[in-house]
């Protein structure tokens, strides 16, 4: 679990690097920064979509009804 947690981190923390234009001397800086973000995800809950609502299907017989009002 923990190694997986530490290639998010370093994936995160390099993310962070070439967005700030691949500067050198930050390495730590980027850590710390992707460490947190990644540990917040972690801790946010999980949010479920709500089920999608299927839309009633219109029979021959309502399809003529309202043809004839």
Do not use: C, F, N
Not at 28 to 50: G, M, T
């Amino acid at each position: 679990m923990m190694l997986e947690q530490d290639r998010e981190i370093a994936r995160r923390a390099y993310a962070i690097w070439e967005i700030e234009g691949r500067p050198i001397g930050r390495e730590l800086d980027h850590w710390l920064r992707a460490e947190s973000e990644v540990q917040a995800q972690e801790a946010a809950p999980v949010q479920k979509a709500p089920p999608a609502r299927a839309k009633p299907r219109r029979t021959a017989a309502r399809r003529t009804a309202r043809r004839t009002e």
